[in-house]
């Protein structure tokens, strides 16, 4: 438990069974009336926004949220398994869970893993992350110059826009949050 006057960034709430990760918070003091906390809470699962007011001093749940550095190793099925680098200990997490970010997940990468008593929440990729072309249309003499994209699919699968001149084979960097090309390696 914790006081509405101890909240801060990224402190993750249990608010009705379900989890909330704090946002933004302010602590308003209005001139006439009690203070209060007006704060901007995003479900951890789902990745809805709301906001939300808490009179000052009111105890609050906090949930406990253990941030795990893990490899992917391999897809079983639905599940994606990924190895705790410091114990070694091996779990699945749903591809719901995982959701896009299997678009950019290659096989021995290291990404952090959020757990709360044991279970994974979400899954966090590094910003950008390079990947093999393995088709696209080929590019035509004279297409370097203008800005023009075409669609590339990459080795995960992932399809991205790139420049014209990308050829297949060529290693891009993407952004794993939107899937942006980024660049050449």
Do not use: C
Request: hydrophobic share 35%; proline share 4%; glycine share 10%.
């Amino acid at each position: 438990m914790a006081s509405t006057n101890d909240l801060k960034n990224g402190l993750v709430l249990n608010l009705d069974k379900e989890l909330w990760s704090v946002v933004e918070f302010q602590h308003v003091k209005p001139g006439k009336g009690p203070a209060f906390v007006r704060t901007t809470l995003k479900h951890v699962l789902s990745g809805k926004v709301v906001d939300k007011t808490f009179n000052a001093g009111t105890k609050v749940e906090t949930a406990t949220v253990d941030k795990r550095t893990m490899q992917y190793l391999y897809q079983d099925g639905d599940d994606y398994v990924f190895m705790d680098l410091d114990t070694y200990d091996q779990i699945p997490v749903g591809g719901a869970t995982v959701g896009d970010n299997a678009n950019y997940l290659l096989a021995e990468a290291e990404v952090t893993v959020a757990l709360h008593e044991g279970v994974p929440l979400y899954i966090e990729l590094p910003t950008s992350v390079f990947l093999e072309v393995t088709y696209t249309e080929p590019g035509l003499q004279g297409d370097r110059s203008t800005g023009g994209t075409k669609p590339a699919t990459v080795e995960t699968g992932a399809t991205v826009n790139v420049p014209l001149f990308i050829t297949t084979g060529e290693k891009i960097k993407v952004d794993t949050r939107d899937g942006r090309y980024l660049g050449r390696s």
